[in-house]
């Protein structure tokens, strides 16, 4: 008798996840996935396990949810490898393939494919300023076939990075800003932001603008500004050679602050920001919504509620620096 209770019990169990299952996986249909990078290549997005942190962040956000390639999955990836205006060739690439959902990672990349296409649903992984872009009507109703994730809340989040540095090393007065030229970083609400922070505190900023996988004018001109200290923009095409930044800074011995942890992970010495690759994970999570049925314009642009200070303690000692207590008890974390 208890053996047959224990098979019925698992028999009704069995009956009742199987929905589940079936919702989650929806044996038998295959969905195609566009996912573009802005400048880093294709190789490092490549595999189960990408090499790219943020790839691997998003091809596991969707493999836990149940999507796995060579089952039910297609996952086109493409890369402008630093091109801006292939964008929207790619997008009319996948357009074409009938991409179920497109996968997009800037601001820049998001107006590319809404100009391209205004029914295939657009996913941002990591959008920065997505109303001023007009790349959505609002982040609570964002209206049309886009919606997504933000990395931040607002234009003075950068401001407080910067005001983070300033109290590291509280007799910098010359900082540099590395900025991208194609993202007009420095013409944004971000940019101003900034600008009007060092003005507060009497900071002098040398601006130096790259181009994309270009640096060598930009890093001359810094070293010729004799600036004290980096700060670096927020944007992807920095993301992808944040090592190229990071040897940069160590080599001309500049303390840096970057948006992103893994800057810091890298040798940089402090970052404040969303933690992005949870963001890639989260976008995951709207790719299911919608090839379940959700409209991208019923999703809300989803805004990150934390943002944690790195520090890498290793880094400011090869530069001589003492980090004050008070930063280093706020610290999220601090690389030893």
Not at 116 to 137: E, F, H, L, N, Y
Request: glycine share 8%; aromatic share 6%.
């Amino acid at each position: 008798m208890t053996s047959r209770r224990a098979f019925l019990g698992a028999l009704a169990g069995g009956l009742l996840a199987a929905p589940l299952v079936a919702e989650a996986q929806q044996p038998g249909k295959v969905y195609r996935v566009g996912f573009i990078f802005t400048t880093s290549p294709v190789s490092e997005m490549a595999g189960p396990e990408p090499v790219h942190p943020l790839a691997r962040a998003f091809v596991q956000g969707l493999r836990t949810l149940g999507y796995v390639e060579g089952q039910n999955l297609i996952l086109e990836r493409r890369s402008a490898e630093g091109r801006f205006e292939r964008f929207g060739d790619i997008v009319a690439e996948l357009v074409r393939l009938k991409a179920d959902v497109i996968v997009t990672v800037s601001d820049a990349m998001a107006q590319a494919a809404k100009a391209v296409t205004t029914t295939v649903p657009i996913v941002m992984a990591s959008s920065i300023d997505p109303v001023g872009r007009g790349v959505v009507q609002g982040l609570a109703r964002p209206g049309g076939n886009i919606t997504g994730l933000s990395v931040t809340i607002s234009p003075e989040i950068e401001a407080k990075r910067f005001g983070l540095l300033r109290e590291m090393l509280p007799r910098l007065s010359r900082i540099a800003v590395l900025a991208s030229k194609e993202e007009k970083d420095w013409e944004t609400s971000r940019g101003m932001s900034v600008r009007t922070a060092a003005q507060a505190l009497g900071v002098t900023l040398v601006l130096a603008e790259f181009g994309p996988h270009h640096y060598a004018d930009a890093f001359a001109l810094i070293s010729r500004a004799r600036a004290e200290a980096l700060f670096v923009s927020a944007n992807s095409p920095a993301f992808a050679d944040r090592a190229i930044i990071v040897d940069f800074a160590t080599r001309a011995r500049l303390p840096s602050t970057c948006p992103n942890r893994e800057y810091v992970e890298l040798g940089g010495l402090m970052s404040y920001g969303a933690n992005v690759a949870d963001l890639f994970r989260r976008a995951g999570v709207y790719v299911d919504k919608i090839l379940k049925g959700a409209k991208p314009a019923d999703l809300p642009v989803e805004q990150p509620t934390r943002f944690e200070l790195v520090i890498n303690l290793r880094t400011a000692k090869a530069l001589g620096l003492t980090i004050p207590q008070s930063l280093l008890l706020r610290a999220d974390e601090v690389i030893q």
